[in-house]
């Protein structure tokens, strides 16, 4: 890139590092320090919150110092590489647990609270991670670029001249991307229509039960919304590199990759805004936690209609209706 234009990537590449880093430290720092977020879900929101962590303080830096082509160790730069494309499969995998978490809470309603236990969210969590893991440093067993120069010890490090772009498109892609995006659409498209049906076949229910499904259906469209984001953020890039791939490289200008790659990095930054704007129980959280840094004590109190329904359940112990209104934001 020009010099010019090269001094504005970096710049915004660091405010979005910056957002990242501050806003899903809050996050995880919400819901350490919130009893009412100790749950199963939320557990998976930490999950997604660390990955997008990582995009600030490790990926975004990392990515920058490859912009300037430091020479390095052959197998140095793929490591760099393949930590690069970790925070995206965790998120992947964070993303799909949490609609299989919202699925099963739908699915099977008297199950969920038994098969659903904070320490299992907790070891999903870390399968997650493994898996994750052990997905992004494949190249290092074999599916990578060879060096071009195989007389010098060193190479200037770039992500495209040790990541393949069979690997990129291929396997994170179709694999590792779009196929559980697709899943995750179908498991979020059931449980609207469950409990759209479960509201509109069952008139006679009491007003708290339906306004526990509205509820549930405010939590559900709340995180799709995050995952929708992340559809939103990250196909530009996915795409520019499908058509690099099975055309030239040359039909995608340099420009529009920078562009996909920024876009990409912002969906991290955008994550604590969603929760605070769509989630009621990380936005009071995110307010306690703002007021004791500034030296405020915390007097707030929760409204009366949390106070008498936090507790409730819903009457129909046979149907969807019936979800302990703790697990709801």
């Known amino acids: 890139m020009a010099d010019a234009a090269n001094v504005v990537y970096t710049a915004v590449e660091v405010l979005i590092a910056l957002c990242c880093v501050f806003g899903n430290a809050l996050v995880i720092h919400a ?8 749950q199963p879900t ?3 929101v930490v999950s997604l919150a660390v990955a997008d962590f990582m995009v600030g303080c490790v990926s975004i830096p990392l990515a920058l110092v490859m912009e300037n082509r430091l020479r390095t160790p052959f197998h140095t730069c793929l490591s760099i590489s393949c930590l690069l494309i970790l925070p995206t499969l965790a998120s992947v995998l964070s993303l799909l647990a949490i609609a299989f978490d919202r699925f099963l809470r739908v699915y099977s309603p008297l199950r969920y609270r038994r098969i659903v236990t904070q320490n299992r969210s907790w070891l999903v969590v870390a399968v997650s991670w493994i898996v994750a893991v052990a997905l992004s440093f494949t190249p290092l067993f074999g599916w990578h670029k060879q ?4 007389n010098s010890s060193t190479l200037a490090c770039e992500f495209v001249a040790v990541i393949p772009s069979t690997y990129l498109v291929y396997f994170i892609f179709f694999l590792c991307n779009l ?26 229910s009491s007003c708290q039960s339906r306004a526990d499904l509205r509820k549930e259906r405010h939590l559900a469209g709340s995180l799709s919304l995050v995952l929708a984001l992340f559809a ?6 996915n795409i520019m590199n499908c058509i690099a791939y099975f055309g030239e490289p040359s039909d995608v200008p340099k420009l529009a990759f920078y562009v996909g790659i920024l876009l990409s990095h912002a969906n991290s930054a955008v994550n ?3 929760y605070a704007l769509k989630i009621p129980k990380i936005k009071t959280a995110y307010l306690r936690i703002w007021m004791q840094v500034g030296g405020c004590r915390w007097n707030a109190q929760r409204p009366q209609m949390s106070q008498t329904t936090d507790n409730l359940t819903y009457s129909n112990p046979n149907s969807v209706d019936k979800i302990d209104m703790n697990e709801n934001p």
């Open 42 to 44: 939320f557990s998976f």
């Open 272 to 274: 604590p805004l969603v």
């Open 179 to 204: 196929m559980p995006l697709l899943v995750m659409a179908v498991l979020y498209g059931y449980i609207f229509c469950a409990i759209q049906s479960s509201l509109r076949d069952k008139p006679g």
């Open 147 to 150: 060096p071009a120069s195989t």
């Open 232 to 237: 939103l953020f990250w196909l530009p890039l």
């Open 31 to 38: 819901v350490r320090s919130t009893k009412s977020l100790q």
